[in-house]
T-cell receptor, first 115, second 114 residues
Framework: NAGVTQTPKFQVLKTGQSMTLQCAQDMNHEYMSWYRQDPGMGLRLIHY???????DQGEVPNGYNVSRSTTEDFPLRLLSAAPSQTSVYFC??????????????FGEGSRLTVL | GESVGLHLPTLSVQEGDNSIINCAYSNSASDYFIWYKQESGKGPQFIID?????DKRQGQRVTVLLNKTVKHLSLQIAATQPGDSAVYFCAELQTSNTGNQFYFGTGTSLTVIP
């Protein structure tokens, strides 16, 4: 299994540009989520989904859109990038069936710089 | 909002010693408390979790202690090794019918001195 795969690993954007960060998982996980990680602030939840067709906002959703058309994929869209969105983005997934655990499976991260 | 904080941003220990990383949390309604390890340039990796109705859980070389009275969580690493050098995050998990909400602390950087 590849686990959680994020692309691209690095991206530089100019203010106002749009882009999509891709996330795919091959573990048949119902739950998928996006976090951003900034120095000294830990991981903050942007959006999450508990299944295809279902998405919800996390702590810091402004400026980001998501969709979940399949179980495997959960893309994160920046419609008009701003310098404040410079960060490292992590996608994470988790199975919801069976025993509840705190185990999230993370991708390797996507480092985004907005100039 | 949620507040999950760590007592110390950095910790240095000698190889072979035991490490203790501490965390304070604010929400008594959380169902699970979790520790993650993040190595440089990588995504966080699950270490161990503890359900809110427990006070201790042991894994391989790690022990998590939960003190609900003072809302304190700790991770103990026995016989710390150079490979344990990383940033450690505590997190809370709140489960509901609409999904899982994780809240992460800011991290403690552990350096193991050979």
């Amino acid at each position: 299994n590849a686990g959680v795969t994020q692309t691209p690993k690095f991206q530089v954007l100019k203010t106002g540009q749009s882009m999509t960060l891709q996330c795919a998982q091959d573990m048949n996980h119902e739950y998928m989520s996006w976090y951003r990680q900034d120095p000294g602030m830990g991981l903050r939840l942007i959006h999450y989904s508990v299944g295809a067709g279902i998405t919800d906002q996390g702590e810091v959703p402004n400026g980001y859109n998501v969709s979940r058309s399949t179980t495997e994929d959960f893309p994160l869209r920046l419609l008009s990038a701003a310098p404040s969105q410079t960060s490292v983005y992590f996608c994470a997934s988790k199975g919801l069936a069976g025993r509840v655990t705190g185990e999230l499976f993370f991708g390797e991260g996507s480092r985004l710089t907005v100039l | 909002g949620e507040s999950v904080g760590l007592h110390l941003p950095t910790l240095s220990v000698q190889e072979g010693d035991n490490s203790i990383i501490n965390c304070a949390y604010s929400n008594s309604a959380s169902d699970y408390f979790i520790w993650y390890k993040q190595e440089s340039g990588k995504g966080p990796q699950f270490i161990i979790d503890i359900r809110s109705n427990m006070d201790k859980r042991q894994g391989q070389r790690v022990t998590v202690l939960l003190n609900k009275t003072v809302k304190h969580l700790s991770l103990q690493i026995a016989a710390t090794q150079p490979g344990d050098s990383a940033v450690y995050f505590c997190a809370e998990l709140q489960t509901s019918n609409t999904g899982n909400q994780f809240y992460f602390g800011t991290g403690t950087s552990l350096t193991v001195i050979p």
